[in-house]
């Protein structure tokens, strides 16, 4: 059974970089797509972007500025940095596998806060 | 991009009462190729992450209950409980994956009356 695992700070300052990393444990990560999604305290899930296991990705247009979604398959964990973060950036931050470019999101990891605050 | 809308905003219905759950998009998300929707539903209890229903409009995903179902096409889109029970209060999303960006709606709010 496939896990995921999300980590990294949980308070970020404005301007700064958000980085996180999503390990993945009980399977292997070729063949897949893997996301990062967020959800804004209350609110609905935006989808971030995705990179596959060979390593290509693809990002939101309104994001793709300031993220970067890259993969080490070795230590079986994929990785998101968002630069330039302000408060509304605040979220619920999910990392999620899917088994196509355009398949859904069949397994999520628990998902980590992060806060954009001085 | 394709933006997805849900009605209602929340619902209230009795224990083993049906609620029913519409999404629409913007766009079909019909694929004509194989006749695919590529639609899917998702679960989201509190402090959980979210959890996939229904995929491809209508098929259950394994070890979903078959009170949940998907049905519609192209742009129109229902997900229906037949029988709702308490561990199904929850918020529902629906999603296309028919192409990027990825969209999900804003979600319905289920509860018991």
């Known amino acids: 059974q496939v896990q995921l695992q999300e980590s990294g700070p949980g308070l970020v300052k404005p301007s700064e970089t958000l980085s996180l990393t999503c390990t993945v444990s009980g399977d292997s990560m070729s063949n897949y797509y893997w996301s990062w999604i967020r959800q804004p305290p209350g609110k609905g899930l935006e989808w971030i972007g995705y990179i596959y296991y060979s390593g290509s990705s693809t990002y939101k247009p309104s994001l793709k500025s300031r993220v970067t979604i890259s993969v080490d398959t070795s230590k079986n964990q994929f990785s998101l940095k968002l630069s330039s973060v302000t408060a509304a950036d605040t979220a619920v931050y999910y990392c999620?596998?899917?088994?196509?470019?355009?398949?859904?999101?069949?397994?999520w990891g628990q998902g980590t806060l992060v806060t954009v605050s001085s | 991009d394709i933006v997805m809308t849900q009605s209602p905003d929340s619902l209230a219905v009795s224990l083993g009462e049906r609620a029913t759950i519409n999404c629409k998009s913007s766009q079909t998300v019909l694929y004509s190729s194989n006749n695919k929707n590529y639609l899917a539903w998702y679960q989201q209890k509190p402090g959980q992450p979210p959890k996939l229903l229904i995929y491809w409009a209508s098929t259950r995903e394994s070890g979903v209950p078959d009170r949940f179902s998907g049905s519609g096409s192209g742009t129109d889109f229902t997900l229906t409980i037949s029988s709702l029970q308490a561990e199904d209060v929850a918020v529902y999303y629906c999603q296309q994956y028919y192409s990027t960006p990825h969209s999900f709606g804003p979600g319905t709010k289920v509860d018991i009356k």
């Open positions: 999620a596998r899917a088994y196509g470019q355009l398949a859904p999101f069949d397994h």
